[in-house]
């Protein structure tokens, strides 16, 4: 059974950063690629940021290139989202993605 369990999420001031990570389990972790995704209220649900199974390549939206990174630990079976210099329009539910699979989601809240 598969399953992604997100955690790392909360409240943080414009301009400050925050990690969140998903922890994986139920499949093998080290040969899918993994997402992000997000999804604010009142918006559709849409891609944040993807990684290999490597970790070799990845991808980004327009919207938080240089400020958001991607990252993997297959010895953990857990993908990170490094977010720098949040803005307030980066609040959002942010959920974690393997193929059609999802996690809970954590929620960011970007707001002073």
């Known amino acids: 059974q598969v399953q992604l369990v997100e955690s790392g999420g909360g409240l943080v001031q414009p301009g400050g950063s925050l990690r969140i990570s998903c922890a994986a389990s139920?499949?093998?972790?080290?040969?899918?690629?993994m997402r992000w995704f997000r999804q604010a209220p009142g918006k559709e649900r849409e891609f944040v940021a993807s990684?290999?199974?490597?970790?070799?390549?990845?991808d980004y939206a327009d919207s938080v290139k240089g400020r958001f990174t991607i990252s993997r630990d297959n010895a953990k079976n857990t993908v990170y989202l490094e977010m720098n210099n949040l803005k307030p329009e980066d609040t959002a539910v942010y959920y974690c993605?393997?193929?059609?699979?999802w996690g809970q989601g954590t929620q960011v809240t970007v707001s002073s």
């Open positions: 990684i290999g199974w490597n970790g070799g390549t990845t």
């Open positions: 139920g499949f093998t972790f080290w040969t899918y690629a």
């Open positions: 993605n393997r193929a059609g699979d």
